[in-house]
Nanobody
Framework: QVQLVESGGGLVQAGGSLRLSCAASGLTFRSYVMAWFRQAPGREREFVAAISWSGGMTFYADSVKGRFTISRDNAKNTVYLQMNSLKSEDTAVYYC???????????????WGQGTQVTVSS
């Protein structure tokens, strides 16, 4: 049974930082492309960032480029999202997801986590 469990969300002031983690189990982690998505109230889920199997390739949404960094540790079966210079518009539930092909921006991921809330106060 595949499980993706996010952690690290919380309340932070604008301009602050948070690091999200997503621990994966039940799959061969190094064989999966990992991504972060987010969904704000009343809005569709949107792509945030993706990272290839070994971490050699990354892709970001324009809205987070230069502020967020995605990384992974295949020895720990974990993907991270370092979020700096947070803005109120970054407030959302953040989800990690896994798929086998590296096609940045695609939404059809095979597995999804339950999400972690990030709230940025202005």
């Amino acid at each position: 049974q595949v499980q993706l469990v996010e952690s690290g969300g919380g309340l932070v002031q604008a301009g602050g930082s948070l690091r999200l983690s997503c621990a994966a189990s039940g799959l061969t982690f190094r064989s999966y492309v990992m991504a972060w998505f987010r969904q704000a109230p009343g809005r569709e889920r949107e792509f945030v960032a993706a990272i290839s199997w070994s971490g050699g390739m990354t892709f970001y949404a324009d809205s987070v480029k230069g502020r967020f960094t995605i990384s992974r540790d295949n020895a720990k079966n974990t993907v991270y999202l370092q979020m700096n210079s947070l803005k109120s518009e970054d407030t959302a539930v953040y989800y990690c997801a896994a798929r086998t092909k590296y096609e940045p921006g695609r939404r059809d991921y095979d597995y999804w986590g339950q999400g972690t809330q990030v709230t940025v106060s202005s």
